[in-house]
């Protein structure tokens, strides 16, 4: 059985968790392999993210690699208000021809990056942010995001550490990050460079 711990940020407006499985901590290579093939753990886990108090929030976690892959998995949601504005359908739409059951998966124009973007299925403010998303967006488009994003974890991870998470100051559609780096990262924990 999937749980949770989770603790106010005493600098921020924002809050850490850590998951367990049968009350054992569960590690990033855990979680990533649930995303992929576990749908109870999909629906828990997006459950978890739509309780949140916050109307729009970030979700960042730590980097992590082959090396650190065992260590426990947390991430934290913060507070992020301006988050919630109008979507911006445009940003990637050249991306959604590709999509796979309601997902496109792709290089940032930079290269540093994949991204694992929706595609529009219901109404675009579903789409504007993750906790848009996680209460309004069709649930088989909800599981299809998160197997997606377990398997570009798979495909991703190496020796040299990434950086998951989501933003959004930029661009006002929903976009996973699998980063080379902690670029956008607001939670000074997480953005050490190093893993």
């Known amino acids: 059985m999937w749980s949770r711990r989770e603790e106010s940020l005493p600098e921020a407006s ?8 049968n009350e054992q901590p569960a590690t990033f290579g855990n979680v ?10 999909r629906l828990w886990f997006n459950s ?18 082959l090396a650190t892959l065992q260590r426990p998995f947390e991430f934290v949601l913060l507070d992020a208000p301006r988050l919630a504005r109008q979507p911006d359908a445009n940003a990637f739409s050249k991306h959604f021809p590709s999509a796979s059951e ?22 675009h403010n579903a789409y504007g942010h993750l906790a848009a998303f996680v209460r309004q967006a069709p649930q088989r488009q909800c599981h299809a ?6 398997r570009a974890m798979d495909a991703r991870l190496n ?32 953005q050490q460079a190093s893993v």
């Open 14 to 21: 924002g809050v850490h968790y850590e998951i367990a499985f």
């Open 32 to 41: 990533a392999h649930a995303w992929r093939e576990d749908e109870n753990f």
């Open 48 to 65: 978890l993210l739509a309780a949140s108090p916050f109307t729009a929030f970030r979700w960042e976690t730590p980097g992590v690699c």
């Open 102 to 123: 309601g997902i496109a998966t792709f290089a940032n124009l930079g290269g540093d990056a994949v991204l694992v973007v929706p595609t529009p299925l219901t109404e």
């Open 145 to 150: 995001l998160w197997q997606a994003v377990g």
């Open 159 to 190: 020796h040299q550490p990434v950086w998951l998470s989501t933003a959004g100051a930029g661009v006002s559609w929903l976009h996973v990050r699998l980063d080379d780096a902690p670029k956008y990262y607001a939670h000074r924990p997480y």
